[in-house]
């Protein structure tokens, strides 16, 4: 009968580790999109106050980048479950955390797609604002499995490697501009322009956008301690499992000679801890694991009264 109660504790445990949860490694793409842009304007007329501006004179454009960028995400074996999320940011640069969880969505392989969009705004003050430059790119879609809490981690970098101004306005504006762009540059009147006229330029750039996305799983926590009776001596093959509070996920597994017990890769969050031993009243705890870490629970089992 003794053997039967051990195998019986053994097959137990072995069920309670296959239903634990495993976290993912660390999935990365890195990629670059280069983006050409060229197009003319018009605009105008020259606003009041009445003002002028003279053949060869220096005008400052103040410039404003509004950003944004969209991930898309479709599980490989159930298309239908799909999901997006954006974020907007200022100038060249974007650094965006998120939890997958806040997404809603079950764990498993995921085919992921990126897209960004850039207006570039620009004034001459009081003569008036110039159209509005619009961008935008993609990022070839790649593959990850995500696993319940993995971080993912968006950072992008546009490089402006060349642009230059021409029309009623000459630049070039350098090669290349730093990152995030200026918020001004200085440009050429190439003729006379008085109040009330109409003006025109052309704008050409060639621009890199730098891109990296990773996704870092959880990082797990353990729980760990000891089993013994009353008079302190330890219980060898009593079984302790590990509940989590909120998802009800279980981990388990059994002391051994002195008692000791260790359950790893653990979720963070609170848990209800169960030790049990045959001939003992179970013993019941909680704790809260937290992410890297190891949360002491041990057990002070009674002998149940002889029936």
Known sequence: MKTINKLSIVLIVCGLIMLNWHTTALSQQIGDQTI?????????????PPGRIGEGDSVTISLALSSSATMTLVKVDEPDIIASISTSFSG????????????????GMYEITESFEGTLS?????????????????????????????????EAVAQVDAASVGGDFVGPLGMPLPSPIPSSIKVRATRDIES???MSYSVAFTATLHKETSITPIIPGTINGTVADRTENPIKWALVI??????????GTITDVDGYYEINDLEPGNYLVIGIKKGYKTGIRKAEVIAGEATTVNFTLKRKPPE
Request: aromatic residues 12%; proline residues 7%.
């Open 242 to 251: 590990a509940i989590n509070a909120e998802t009800k996920e279980k981990a």
């Open 122 to 154: 620009g004034s001459l003050g009081m003569f008036g604002d110039l159209p509005p430059v619009e961008v935008s790119t993609d990022f070839d879609a790649w593959q990850a499995n995500l696993s319940r809490g993995a971080i993912i981690i968006v």
């Open 36 to 48: 050409s842009y060229s197009d003319s304007f018009e605009f105008g007329p020259l606003s009041d």
């Open 196 to 198: 009330g006229e109409m």
């Open 92 to 107: 060249g640069i974007l650094m965006w955390e998120f939890l997958f969880d806040d997404l809603g969505l079950p764990p």
